[in-house]
């Protein structure tokens, strides 16, 4: 029976990211262990080279899902070749984005990063050092739908008719502790986006009647959580 690993939030954190897994039981060898990311992969983190590595790992042997992140679309703009400098420069002062800026470039040419030929640069390196990877995060889905889970970096729209139409800015942005879900709905939403300690004062999963909250706030250096469902379970 298939066992699915939920984290989110990893923010470059190789290093917790592994031990987070072997402690809750994961194992390379097991072809039976998936493991989903509910978004936030790279940026602020010093081991997103590792990270990558060892991702890659698991997307060759078709191990792994994730749900579209807003820091994952930030590395995606840059690889569609759709990332304006303004926004480069915004995500340099305020997201932890030079550090995935120098997975591509040297330190000497992220100062120059505000030249178009430097952006290219950087998504050509990349693509040539992480080709797996590269061609992996830019078909991430906004949200992905179990019989009994929804995973998703923010929140879903339940404003809307169907809440399937939920947009990725809404999926990706949403800080879904805010909300309620309807009562209607059956499915339990497992996203993360908001560090739990700034929603309950701590790391630890947050279950809230249909939300379970998970992002254990690693890019502060604090804890990835793992949740387990089995295959029935999820
Ligand atoms: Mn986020």
Request: with cysteine; charged share 25%.
């Amino acid at each position: 029976m298939l066992k699915y690993y939920i984290v989110s939030d990893i923010h470059s954190q190789f290093d917790l990211l592994l031990q987070a897994l072997l402690d809750a039981g994961f194992d390379m060898e097991n072809e039976s262990d998936i493991l989903v990311i509910a978004g936030d992969i790279l940026d602020r983190g010093k081991q997103g080279d590792s990270l990558i590595l060892f991702l890659e790992l698991l997307i060759r042997k078709k191990r792994i899902l994730a749900a579209m992140g807003n820091h994952d679309k930030y590395l995606c703009d840059i690889l569609n070749q759709k990332a304006t400098y303004r926004e480069i420069a915004w995500n340099i002062e305020h997201n932890g984005f030079a550090e995935t800026l120098l997975l591509g470039l040297s330190k000497s040419q992220l100062e120059e990063i505000y030249k178009l030929e430097i952006v290219h640069e950087m998504r050509n390196q990349f693509i040539q050092k992480y080709p797996v990877f590269a061609e992996w995060i830019l078909t991430l889905p906004k949200y992905i739908e179990f019989p009994h889970h929804i995973i998703v970096h923010g929140f879903i729209d339940f404003s809307l008719k169907d809440w399937h139409d939920t947009s990725e800015k809404y999926a990706m942005w949403e800080r879904g502790y805010k909300y309620q879900i309807p009562t209607s709905f059956t499915k339990k939403i497992i996203f993360g986006h908001t560090p739990n300690e700034y929603i309950s004062g701590n790391d630890d999963i947050i279950y809230e009647n249909q939300k379970i909250m998970i992002d254990g706030g690693a890019a502060m250096n604090h804890k990835i959580n793992v949740l387990c469902l089995t295959e029935e379970q999820i």
